[in-house]
């Protein structure tokens, strides 16, 4: 299985570290960036070609990751379904969520093997936070409070400097970063139903708001408070605490892959697991985890769906348009 990349920024070095670290079949063919130096650095560094041209990748692999800035998305998927690659995309697909689902229905119709990179579906965290939640024993859920924060990626070990163009990535924090979160949100907590937000730009760059903070109700009655930052404290790494309550279960979590993650459910004693342990657990549980980068490898070499699918993100961005409509009307609700 011959690998190609579009995009050699970081979250390209991210997906290349975990095929290599996946154990699957799969060697890496080319890659191109509009910086070359950047592209020649991957091609260094994990055995690549340096390619001149996006079609030059296109044309010497057998699937083919796009991590371009967001507005080059859908026309890249595009080239690479009617080639008949497998393609994984990054997240988000497109500016909205009417141009993720007409990107869905493109792979959709030529058939192609298609993953996006809402990675948190495959992690173990969050897969045992879904599962004590979703535990009858739980009762229902209540109340709920999410934060994600890291600093402005435009800097730092990002540096993401079209983060900053909104022509290129077309909103900040809540679509480039956050729509993992309420990907995951409703995994964890069950449908949303409305949602209420406001949001701020701290750092004046324009369409680009760093500070979004939504009231969610739910569909079962619950509700709660998810909040994203870009922020400037660069000694702090992209963090992620949920908290959730149920009738008669508390569980919290903190960081993202591999906890730790802490349950008090009413007449029992009070629980934590974190690292290897987690993951143990998982295991014995039965839960989809694991290495998001592996699955695409093996589904695309045995030509068998893979998972999450451009299509799974439509919902995603359908909630996230949601609450940038709420904000640009001074946190009216808005159903979803």
Known sequence: ????????????????????????????????????????????????????????????????????????????????????????????????ADAALAMAEVVEATGVVNQVGLVLRRSPAFALLRHLVADPAAGRVMSFGFRDDQYIPVQGMYASTWRGDRTRAGAGTLLEHAIHDLDILEQVVGPVADVSARSA??????????????????????????????????????????????????????NDWEGPVSWSTAGEDHQTLEGPELVARC????????????????????GTPAWPTLRDAVRPHRLVDAVYRSAADGGRPVRV
């Open 283 to 302: 295991a014995e549980l039965g839960l989809v985890t694991g290495n998001p980068d592996g699955a695409f490898v093996r589904a695309a070499t045995a």
């Open 201 to 254: 730009n701290f750092h004046g760059i324009d369409g680009i708001e760093d500070s979004v903070a939504t009231v969610v109700g739910l569909a079962d009655g619950g509700a709660g408070v998810h909040t994203t930052i870009w922020h400037d404290v660069l000694e702090r790494p992209s963090l992620r605490r949920v908290e959730v309550f149920c009738e008669r279960r508390y569980v919290s979590l903190e």
């Open 1 to 96: 299985m011959r690998v190609g990349f579009l995009g050699a920024g970081l979250i390209a070095h991210f997906h290349a570290f975990g095929l290599a670290e996946s154990g699957e079949a799969f060697r890496f063919a080319g890659v191109h960036d509009p910086d070359h130096d950047r592209a020649e650095e991957f091609a260094a560094g994990w055995g690549a070609s340096a390619c001149a041209s996006e079609d030059e990748v296109l044309d010497g692999c057998d699937a083919v990751y796009v991590c371009t800035w967001t507005s080059e998305h859908a026309r890249l998927v595009r080239s690479a379904a009617e080639r008949g690659l497998a393609v994984f995309c990054e997240k988000p697909l497109a500016f909205d």
